[in-house]
């Protein structure tokens, strides 16, 4: 089955710089690639994704690249703010069997002051 | 729209105990998950639904029961927990299709404690 590795574990920035937390995958046949946020006591909520066919996609201060041959995958945060601290996750899917997720094993984000 | 929910918020469980945890979605989704949290593992799929009545293993079955009776309800049994069983649990329901339905909405999670 899929296996998705996520690195690294935490993170620590100052206000106002960048982040990048990246992501591998094993199954070529996956073709959807999400990242997900989840704060303290809450459940994780979809912030962008990707799909096998784009290279990348950008929302505002958030992009996420996809390298289908390096079967890789990162998240780039620009111009971070306290808000944005949180732990992320990426996941995989490929198509069929009911739209099943892999996670990786998830990001902390701390954006310092 | 409430989205999913999920019952109970928190539980404490002795070792042997059984239990249900209450999914539901008002979002007419076809598709539902239930997933388990750990320190340092992510999210790894339990069980998961792709309509009323149907039900398949995901990644950790071992242990779980799960139902899905009406289409926008999902449950989770433990039979006879484990403190294996220690975890928050994540429910997750999904519109079904590709394109641009593939994202999954979560609910709050519920903290479970086995002694």
């Known amino acids: 089955g899929e296996n998705v590795e996520q690195h690294p574990s935490t993170l620590s920035v100052q206000e106002g710089d960048s982040a990048v937390i990246k992501c591998t995958y094993s199954d070529s046949a996956s073709n959807y690639f999400p990242w997900y946020k989840q704060e303290l006591g809450k459940g994780p909520q979809l912030i962008i994704d990707i799909r096998s066919n784009v290279g990348e996609k950008k929302d505002q201060r958030i992009a996420v690249t996809l390298n289908k041959t390096a079967k890789h995958f990162s998240l780039h945060i620009t111009e971070t703010q306290p808000e944005d601290s949180a732990v992320y996750f990426c996941?995989?899917?490929?198509?069929?069997?009911?739209?099943?997720?892999?996670f990786g094993t998830g990001t902390q984000l701390k954006v310092e002051l | 729209n409430a989205g999913v929910t999920q019952t109970p918020k928190f539980r404490v469980l002795k070792t042997g105990q059984s239990m249900t945890l209450l999914c539901a979605q008002d979002m007419n989704h076809e598709y539902m998950y239930w997933y388990r949290q750990d320190p340092g593992m992510g999210l790894r799929l339990i069980h998961y639904?792709?309509?009323?009545?149907?039900?398949a293993k995901g990644e950790v079955p071992d242990g779980y029961n799960v139902s899905r009776l009406k289409k926008q309800n999902f449950l989770l049994g433990l039979e006879s927990a484990a403190p294996s069983q220690t975890s928050v649990y994540f429910c997750?329901?999904?519109?079904?299709?590709?394109?641009?339905?593939?994202?999954?909405?979560f609910g709050p999670g519920t903290r479970l404690t086995v002694l």
């Open positions: 639904s792709v309509g009323e009545g149907t039900t």
């Open positions: 996941a995989a899917s490929r198509p069929g069997g009911g739209n099943k997720l892999t």
């Open positions: 997750a329901s999904n519109f079904r299709g590709g394109g641009a339905d593939n994202e999954q909405f």
